[in-house]
Each structure stands twice: as structure tokens, then as C-alpha cells.
């Protein structure tokens, strides 16, 4: 789970519920008074659909069992994150209950019409594949999903064609492929370069940076969406930075806090279609979708920020 940025947001419970399951009803007390504006959005180049920069990972945070206070506590971030303007949830069926517990959530909301269903494709097992897709998408309750990937290589040439006929049957809007903690990028960019996919998944952060060498060009320049996991490294960053100044000109582009700045990082890059930050608590959701208002920094801010990072 990532680590404490502030004290978390008290009595943020059925109202937010009813707020989102409404499609617009009025941000509870225990919120800040003005609402967030709506965060920066970026085209999906296969189609032009536009979507949100931050979206929400569900890695280790959403993996609850049956727990009914934290199904609950985990239905009020979803809760946050669509009244905050966000659609991509991402999630996999190597993250434990993941997948159910967004069940959970959306069918308390009432099934938001802003979200965008996210999720994966993991078996070492090729005839495994059609099974769990059906098994997923059981887990979420929708008819059809809206992006499905083969999670981290695993036997993605079978898992690939299957998701691919899926789609052209309407089950599935977008495929991809996805790998994490920079694993892989060889093969990786082999695929990009030889199959029609929509969406790539990788980690990318202001450690993690070999993407921008030739994944995040490959991605533009073959209309390929770009999905960032890891921009925190599940909270490390933060906890290496928490205690280090904020740069003074973090203030030009209206980050208020070490995540922010570090988030802004990564979705100023012209390749990154939606970041996935994971996360267990409310204010965190709303810090992470304020990152993606408000100005991006431009090249040479981006230089300015490696340049103060690489000092501390």
C-alpha cells in the first residue's frame, strides 16, 4: 500500500456514494469545499475517445477478501475517483480479491457510465485464457470490457489472438499488452512493432525512465496508448522524497505536494495516455487527480525536476 501523505479524510461514507451513483449529486461536508476540476484528458490514438490522464490502480490496495468495512472503504475511493472526474480502473487476476471488490463497488454506485473497465489476462496457460476472461468479466459485471491485456507476456501469443477475437466480436473495446519493473522491454518492443494493439502497459516513473529511449517513441509513433504502472514504485519514491523540500518552482505548475510533483512527471509525457496510481485512502485519491489539473511542465521544467531530484 503507499504510504501516508496526510491524515485521511474522516466521514466520507454513503454520502459519496449517493453522490456518484447519482451521476452529479453534491460533495459530502467532509470534503474540501470546492470540488476539483475536471483532470486533463488525452486522446486513446487508436479512436480519438478521449480519457482521463490519472486513472486507478488496484495492485495489493483493492485486495480485501471479505472484509465488509474495507469493501466498503475501498467502494468510497471508487466512489472519490469517478466524482473526481476519473474513468480507468485497472485491475488483473493476479491481484487477489481485486476484482471483486471492484464488483463490489461499481454495483453500490450503481454502475457509473464514466468507467472505464481495465483488466488482464494471466496464465502460463494458453487454453486458460477464454475461461478467465469470462471469469473477469464476471467479476465486474459488465457485458463488455473496455480494455483487456495479457498481463506481463505470459503466453501472449495465444492470449492475444483469443482477446483479439473477442473484440471483433464486441466483448472487448481495446487490447494490450502489459510488463512491469522494467522487464522484458526487448520483447516488449517487438510486439508493438508487429501487431495491432491499443494499449501498452509499462512502468514508468522519474527512476524508471528507459521507456523514453524507444517504447514511449514506438508508442507514439505507432498510435499506441500508453498505460504507467508504478509511478510511485508502490510508494517508495514518496517515502525517499517525503522529508526532502519541495523545488520552488513546483509552484509553477501547481504541485503542492511530493506526489503531485512526481505524478505531473510522468503524465507530461506526450506518450502517456493515463498513469494507474494505487491507492487505499480518499484525500490520496483526490491529491492524485488534482496532479493532472492545472499546468504540465513543458521539457525544460521535465529537465529542471531530474536536475533537482538527482541533487537530493
Not at 518492443?189 to 527512476?207: G, K, P, R, W
Request: hydrophobic share 40%; aromatic share 8%; charged share 20%.
Amino acid at each position: 500500500m503507499e504510504l501516508p501523505r496526510r491524515s485521511l479524510l474522516k466521514g466520507v461514507g454513503a454520502a459519496a456514494l449517493a453522490g456518484v451513483a447519482g451521476l452529479g449529486g453534491t460533495a459530502p461536508a467532509a470534503r474540501a469545499a470546492m470540488p476539483l476540476p475536471l483532470p486533463l484528458a488525452r486522446k486513446i490514438p487508436s479512436t480519438g475517445e478521449m480519457l482521463p490522464v490519472v486513472g486507478l490502480g488496484s495492485w495489493i490496495t483493492f485486495n480485501v477478501g471479505n472484509d465488509p468495512l474495507l469493501l466498503d472503504r475501498s467502494a468510497e475511493v471508487v466512489a472519490e475517483f469517478f466524482e473526481g472526474g476519473g474513468r480507468l480502473i485497472d485491475s488483473s487476476p493476479m491481484y487477489g480479491s481485486s476484482q471483486a471488490t471492484i464488483g463490489y463497488a461499481l454495483k453500490k454506485l450503481g454502475y457509473p457510465k464514466p468507467a472505464f473497465a481495465a483488466d488482464k489476462i494471466w496464465t502460463s496457460y494458453e487454453t486458460e485464457g477464454a475461461s478467465q476472461f469470462a471469469e473477469t468479466r464476471s467479476h465486474w459485471d459488465v457485458q463488455t470490457m473496455d480494455l483487456m491485456q495479457v498481463h506481463n507476456l505470459l503466453a501472449w501469443q495465444a492470449h492475444l489472438e483469443m482477446l483479439q477475437a473477442k473484440k471483433a466480436a464486441g466483448e472487448i473495446r481495446y487490447i494490450g499488452i502489459t510488463t512491469s519493473h522494467g522487464r522484458r522491454h526487448g520483447e516488449l518492443e517487438a510486439i508493438m512493432a508487429s501487431h495491432e494493439i491499443d494499449f501498452v502497459q509499462l512502468t514508468y516513473n522519474v527512476d524508471d525512465r528507459e521507456p523514453e529511449q524507444r517504447l514511449l517513441p514506438m508508442a507514439a509513433e505507432r498510435g499506441i496508448g500508453v498505460i504507467v504502472n508504478r509511478p510511485f514504485q508502490r510508494g517508495g519514491l514518496i517515502q525517499r522524497f517525503q522529508n526532502k523540500p519541495l523545488p520552488g518552482f513546483a509552484a509553477e505548475i501547481n504541485a503542492g505536494s511530493w506526489p503531485q510533483l512526481l505524478l505531473k512527471f510522468v503524465i507530461s509525457h506526450p506518450a502517456i495516455t493515463c498513469a494507474i496510481p494505487a491507492t487505499t485512502r480518499v484525500d490520496h485519491v483526490r491529491e492524485n487527480l488534482a496532479a493532472a489539473s492545472g499546468p504540465l511542465p513543458d521539457e525544460g521544467m521535465r529537465k529542471k525536476m531530474l536536475g533537482y531530484i538527482e541533487q537530493l
